[in-house]
Protein backbone atom coordinates (compact mmCIF):
# COMPACT_ATOMS: atom_id res chain seq x y z
CA UNK A 1 0.00 0.00 0.00
CA UNK A 2 2.25 2.89 -1.63
CA UNK A 3 5.03 2.26 1.52
CA UNK A 4 7.14 6.05 1.42
CA UNK A 5 4.42 7.48 -0.89
CA UNK A 6 3.40 10.99 0.90
CA UNK A 7 0.20 12.95 -0.32
CA UNK A 8 0.25 16.18 0.31
CA UNK A 9 -2.93 18.44 -0.04
CA UNK A 10 -3.24 21.90 -0.45
CA UNK A 11 -6.43 24.01 -0.54
CA UNK A 12 -8.77 21.85 0.62
CA UNK A 13 -10.26 25.05 1.20
CA UNK A 14 -10.24 27.16 -1.75
CA UNK A 15 -9.93 30.76 -0.30
CA UNK A 16 -6.84 29.14 1.67
CA UNK A 17 -4.35 30.71 -0.65
CA UNK A 18 -0.89 30.22 1.26
CA UNK A 19 -0.24 26.49 0.56
CA UNK A 20 -1.66 26.06 -2.71
CA UNK A 21 1.02 28.84 -3.88
CA UNK A 22 4.16 26.68 -2.22
CA UNK A 23 2.69 23.69 -3.71
CA UNK A 24 3.21 25.08 -7.51
CA UNK A 25 6.30 26.89 -6.59
CA UNK A 26 7.39 22.95 -5.60
CA UNK A 27 6.29 21.40 -8.70
CA UNK A 28 7.98 23.89 -10.62
CA UNK A 29 11.40 23.54 -8.72
CA UNK A 30 11.31 20.35 -6.54
CA UNK A 31 14.60 21.52 -4.82
CA UNK A 32 12.71 24.27 -3.25
CA UNK A 33 11.47 21.67 -0.93
CA UNK A 34 13.31 19.12 1.38
CA UNK A 35 11.51 16.08 0.80
CA UNK A 36 13.80 13.73 2.70
CA UNK A 37 13.72 11.30 0.29
CA UNK A 38 10.47 10.71 -0.05
CA UNK A 39 8.03 9.86 -2.92
CA UNK A 40 5.83 13.25 -2.86
CA UNK A 41 2.56 13.33 -4.18
CA UNK A 42 1.31 17.16 -4.37
CA UNK A 43 -2.43 17.59 -4.75
CA UNK A 44 -4.65 20.81 -4.96
CA UNK A 45 -7.55 19.63 -2.88
CA UNK A 46 -10.75 21.72 -4.30
CA UNK A 47 -9.46 22.68 -7.33
CA UNK A 48 -12.55 24.11 -8.54
CA UNK A 49 -13.19 26.22 -5.15
CA UNK A 50 -9.66 27.23 -5.59
CA UNK A 51 -10.32 28.64 -9.17
CA UNK A 52 -13.25 30.78 -7.65
CA UNK A 53 -11.44 32.01 -4.44
CA UNK A 54 -13.97 30.00 -2.49
CA UNK A 55 -14.03 27.72 0.22
CA UNK A 56 -16.05 25.32 -1.01
CA UNK A 57 -18.41 24.92 -3.83
CA UNK A 58 -21.58 22.96 -2.47
CA UNK A 59 -20.03 21.51 0.79
CA UNK A 60 -16.94 21.85 2.72
CA UNK A 61 -14.40 19.28 1.36
CA UNK A 62 -13.13 19.07 5.04
CA UNK A 63 -16.33 17.65 5.86
CA UNK A 64 -17.15 15.33 3.16
CA UNK A 65 -14.75 12.16 3.70
CA UNK A 66 -17.47 9.97 6.11
CA UNK A 67 -18.10 6.26 4.79
CA UNK A 68 -21.71 6.88 4.61
CA UNK A 69 -21.46 10.05 2.61
CA UNK A 70 -18.90 8.68 0.49
CA UNK A 71 -21.30 5.48 -0.30
CA UNK A 72 -24.17 7.49 -1.10
CA UNK A 73 -24.22 7.20 -5.20
CA UNK A 74 -26.92 9.89 -4.84
CA UNK A 75 -24.97 12.27 -3.10
CA UNK A 76 -23.13 14.50 -6.68
CA UNK A 77 -22.50 17.59 -4.84
CA UNK A 78 -18.92 18.46 -6.11
CA UNK A 79 -17.03 18.09 -3.26
CA UNK A 80 -18.14 14.92 -2.34
CA UNK A 81 -17.09 13.71 -5.79
CA UNK A 82 -13.68 15.29 -5.39
CA UNK A 83 -13.80 13.47 -2.04
CA UNK A 84 -13.93 10.40 -3.96
CA UNK A 85 -11.54 11.03 -6.77
CA UNK A 86 -8.90 11.80 -4.17
CA UNK A 87 -9.12 8.58 -2.61
CA UNK A 88 -9.95 7.07 -6.18
CA UNK A 89 -5.85 8.47 -7.32
CA UNK A 90 -4.29 8.45 -3.67
CA UNK A 91 -6.29 6.59 -0.83
CA UNK A 92 -4.91 3.20 0.86
CA UNK A 93 -6.59 1.28 -1.77
CA UNK A 94 -6.00 3.91 -5.18
CA UNK A 95 -4.10 3.97 -8.53
CA UNK A 96 -1.33 5.36 -6.69
CA UNK A 97 -2.08 4.53 -2.99
CA UNK A 98 -0.36 6.81 -0.22
CA UNK A 99 0.42 5.51 3.08
CA UNK A 100 0.31 9.05 5.24
CA UNK A 101 -1.37 13.11 4.55
CA UNK A 102 -0.24 15.85 5.01
CA UNK A 103 -3.24 18.74 4.87
CA UNK A 104 -1.92 22.18 4.49
CA UNK A 105 -4.30 24.99 5.91
CA UNK A 106 -4.25 28.43 6.62
CA UNK A 107 -6.14 29.91 9.11
CA UNK A 108 -7.89 33.88 10.26
CA UNK A 109 -7.31 32.73 13.57
CA UNK A 110 -4.26 33.61 15.85
CA UNK A 111 -3.34 29.62 16.01
CA UNK A 112 0.44 30.64 14.68
CA UNK A 113 2.13 27.38 13.34
CA UNK A 114 0.20 24.60 14.60
CA UNK A 115 -0.95 20.94 13.88
CA UNK A 116 -4.48 19.25 14.45
CA UNK A 117 -4.53 15.65 14.95
CA UNK A 118 -8.51 13.71 14.57
CA UNK A 119 -8.63 10.79 16.80
CA UNK A 120 -5.35 8.46 18.93
CA UNK A 121 -4.25 6.84 15.98
CA UNK A 122 -0.58 6.03 16.94
CA UNK A 123 1.05 6.75 13.74
CA UNK A 124 -0.50 10.12 13.85
CA UNK A 125 0.78 10.97 17.87
CA UNK A 126 4.34 9.27 16.63
CA UNK A 127 4.12 11.81 13.50
CA UNK A 128 3.10 14.85 15.83
CA UNK A 129 5.31 14.26 18.78
CA UNK A 130 8.47 14.23 16.04
CA UNK A 131 7.41 17.19 14.27
CA UNK A 132 6.67 18.81 18.34
CA UNK A 133 10.38 17.66 19.09
CA UNK A 134 11.45 19.50 15.96
CA UNK A 135 9.77 23.29 16.37
CA UNK A 136 7.71 22.72 19.31
CA UNK A 137 4.49 23.25 17.49
CA UNK A 138 1.14 23.34 19.79
CA UNK A 139 -0.95 20.84 18.99
CA UNK A 140 -5.21 20.54 18.96
CA UNK A 141 -6.65 17.10 18.83
CA UNK A 142 -9.68 16.74 17.63
CA UNK A 143 -12.05 13.85 18.42
CA UNK A 144 -15.89 13.28 20.57
CA UNK A 145 -17.15 16.17 18.27
CA UNK A 146 -20.11 14.40 16.50
CA UNK A 147 -21.02 17.93 15.13
CA UNK A 148 -17.90 18.15 12.58
CA UNK A 149 -16.85 14.72 11.61
CA UNK A 150 -15.15 13.89 7.68
CA UNK A 151 -12.27 15.06 7.55
CA UNK A 152 -9.51 14.55 4.92
CA UNK A 153 -6.69 12.68 7.15
CA UNK A 154 -9.13 10.26 8.46
CA UNK A 155 -9.47 8.03 5.12
CA UNK A 156 -5.72 7.70 5.42
CA UNK A 157 -3.97 5.58 7.43
CA UNK A 158 -1.72 8.23 9.09
CA UNK A 159 -1.98 11.81 8.81
CA UNK A 160 -2.12 15.36 10.01
CA UNK A 161 -3.10 18.56 9.58
CA UNK A 162 -0.22 21.86 9.45
CA UNK A 163 -2.48 24.61 10.63
CA UNK A 164 -0.87 28.48 10.05
CA UNK A 165 -2.45 31.71 10.96
CA UNK A 166 -3.37 34.54 11.28
CA UNK A 167 -3.64 35.57 7.82
CA UNK A 168 -7.16 36.81 5.60
CA UNK A 169 -9.11 34.31 3.06
CA UNK A 170 -7.95 34.74 -0.32
CA UNK A 171 -4.19 36.45 0.89
CA UNK A 172 -1.05 35.24 0.03
CA UNK A 173 1.43 35.90 2.92
CA UNK A 174 5.62 35.16 2.88
CA UNK A 175 5.33 34.63 6.70
CA UNK A 176 2.46 32.56 6.80
CA UNK A 177 4.49 30.39 3.72
CA UNK A 178 7.48 30.28 5.27
CA UNK A 179 5.97 28.56 8.73
CA UNK A 180 4.16 26.32 5.98
CA UNK A 181 7.49 24.96 4.60
CA UNK A 182 9.08 24.98 8.06
CA UNK A 183 6.35 22.72 9.57
CA UNK A 184 5.88 20.64 6.48
CA UNK A 185 9.50 19.59 6.44
CA UNK A 186 9.50 19.10 10.22
CA UNK A 187 7.03 16.36 9.02
CA UNK A 188 8.99 14.97 6.45
CA UNK A 189 12.20 14.79 8.50
CA UNK A 190 9.88 12.56 11.19
CA UNK A 191 8.94 10.04 8.52
CA UNK A 192 12.10 9.96 6.77
CA UNK A 193 13.52 8.57 10.33
CA UNK A 194 10.52 6.41 10.65
CA UNK A 195 11.34 5.08 7.34
CA UNK A 196 14.90 4.39 7.73
CA UNK A 197 13.95 3.05 11.21
CA UNK A 198 15.91 5.64 13.15
CA UNK A 199 12.95 7.47 14.56
CA UNK A 200 13.32 8.71 18.51
CA UNK A 201 10.14 10.46 20.08
CA UNK A 202 10.79 12.81 22.95
CA UNK A 203 9.21 11.66 26.26
CA UNK A 204 6.19 13.81 25.94
CA UNK A 205 3.45 14.96 23.74
CA UNK A 206 1.91 18.24 24.78
CA UNK A 207 -1.73 17.92 23.32
CA UNK A 208 -4.87 20.16 23.65
CA UNK A 209 -7.78 18.04 23.66
CA UNK A 210 -10.87 19.46 22.43
CA UNK A 211 -13.67 19.24 24.76
CA UNK A 212 -16.35 22.10 23.55
CA UNK A 213 -17.04 24.60 21.12
CA UNK A 214 -19.11 27.73 22.10
CA UNK A 215 -21.27 30.16 19.64
CA UNK A 216 -21.65 33.68 20.03
CA UNK A 217 -24.97 34.77 22.06
CA UNK A 218 -27.78 34.66 19.43
CA UNK A 219 -30.96 36.77 18.92
CA UNK A 220 -34.46 34.48 18.59
CA UNK A 221 -33.67 35.38 15.00
CA UNK A 222 -29.85 33.51 15.11
CA UNK A 223 -28.21 36.96 14.97
CA UNK A 224 -25.24 37.25 16.40
CA UNK A 225 -26.41 39.48 19.84
CA UNK A 226 -22.88 40.02 20.45
CA UNK A 227 -19.41 40.25 18.85
CA UNK A 228 -15.86 38.62 20.54
CA UNK A 229 -14.20 40.51 23.00
CA UNK A 230 -11.35 42.63 22.17
CA UNK A 231 -9.53 41.00 24.58
CA UNK A 232 -10.20 37.38 23.38
CA UNK A 233 -8.81 37.88 19.52
CA UNK A 234 -5.84 36.82 18.95
CA UNK A 235 -5.15 35.30 22.15
CA UNK A 236 -5.30 31.59 20.76
CA UNK A 237 -3.59 28.59 23.16
CA UNK A 238 -3.96 31.54 26.06
CA UNK A 239 -5.79 29.83 29.27
CA UNK A 240 -8.99 31.52 29.89
CA UNK A 241 -9.95 32.35 33.77
CA UNK A 242 -13.41 32.76 35.23
CA UNK A 243 -14.85 35.40 35.14
CA UNK A 244 -12.71 36.56 31.65
CA UNK A 245 -14.37 38.82 29.13
CA UNK A 246 -15.41 36.64 26.61
CA UNK A 247 -17.96 38.47 24.46
CA UNK A 248 -18.80 42.29 24.22
CA UNK A 249 -22.55 43.65 23.60
CA UNK A 250 -23.13 46.71 21.95
CA UNK A 251 -23.89 49.01 24.76
CA UNK A 252 -20.46 48.09 25.86
CA UNK A 253 -21.07 45.48 28.35
CA UNK A 254 -18.53 42.40 28.71
CA UNK A 255 -20.13 39.29 28.92
CA UNK A 256 -17.75 37.20 30.72
CA UNK A 257 -16.93 33.34 30.77
CA UNK A 258 -19.08 31.53 32.99
CA UNK A 259 -18.49 28.59 35.10
CA UNK A 260 -19.59 25.38 33.98
CA UNK A 261 -18.88 22.08 32.24
CA UNK A 262 -15.57 22.87 30.47
CA UNK A 263 -13.71 25.14 33.19
CA UNK A 264 -14.27 22.35 35.75
CA UNK A 265 -13.17 19.71 32.83
CA UNK A 266 -9.91 21.83 32.81
CA UNK A 267 -10.77 22.81 29.47
CA UNK A 268 -9.42 26.69 29.44
CA UNK A 269 -7.34 26.92 26.56
CA UNK A 270 -9.10 28.21 22.95
CA UNK A 271 -8.59 27.62 19.92
CA UNK A 272 -9.59 28.61 16.51
CA UNK A 273 -10.99 32.28 18.28
CA UNK A 274 -12.63 33.59 15.75
CA UNK A 275 -12.30 31.93 12.68
CA UNK A 276 -13.96 33.41 9.97
CA UNK A 277 -15.08 30.35 7.99
CA UNK A 278 -16.60 28.32 11.44
CA UNK A 279 -19.72 31.46 11.75
CA UNK A 280 -21.40 29.15 9.31
CA UNK A 281 -20.41 26.01 11.44
CA UNK A 282 -21.81 27.95 15.12
CA UNK A 283 -18.46 28.27 16.49
CA UNK A 284 -16.84 31.23 18.05
CA UNK A 285 -13.87 29.18 20.00
CA UNK A 286 -13.13 26.08 21.08
CA UNK A 287 -12.20 25.30 24.59
CA UNK A 288 -9.57 22.56 25.42
CA UNK A 289 -7.64 20.14 27.56
CA UNK A 290 -4.22 20.53 28.06
CA UNK A 291 -2.25 17.24 28.87
CA UNK A 292 1.28 15.92 28.79
CA UNK A 293 1.21 12.39 26.99
CA UNK A 294 3.89 9.79 27.41
CA UNK A 295 4.95 9.19 23.93
CA UNK A 296 4.93 5.00 23.68
CA UNK A 297 7.74 2.77 21.35
CA UNK A 298 4.60 1.67 19.88
CA UNK A 299 3.95 4.90 18.45
CA UNK A 300 7.17 5.16 16.13
CA UNK A 301 7.30 1.75 15.60
CA UNK A 302 3.13 1.96 14.18
CA UNK A 303 4.48 4.68 12.20
CA UNK A 304 7.99 3.18 10.73
CA UNK A 305 5.23 -0.11 9.41
CA UNK A 306 3.68 2.23 6.96
CA UNK A 307 6.64 4.23 5.89
CA UNK A 308 9.47 1.66 5.45
CA UNK A 309 10.70 0.14 2.25
CA UNK A 310 13.42 -2.00 1.61
CA UNK A 311 15.53 0.37 -1.16
CA UNK A 312 15.68 4.11 -2.07
CA UNK A 313 12.67 5.56 -3.89
Known amino acids: MGQGRVLVVAATHGNERNAPWLLEQWRARPELLRSGGLELHLEIGNPEAFAANRRYLDRDLNRCF??????????TESEVQRARDLLAAHGPDGAQPCAVVLDL??????????????????????????????????????EADSAQTGFLVERWPAGLVIEVGPVPQGLVSAVICRQTQLALEAALDTLAAAAAGRLRLPHGLQVHLHHSSLDLPRSPQGVPAAALHPLRQHR???????GDPLFWSADG??????????????ARWPVFINEAAYGEKGIALSLCRRELWSCELSWAEALGALVQRSGPL
Do not use: C, F, K
Open 66 to 75: TPELLADTSR
Open 105 to 142: HSTTSAMGNSLVVYGRRPADLALAAGIQARLGLPVYLH
Open 253 to 266: AALPLERGSALEAG
Open 236 to 242: DWQPLQP
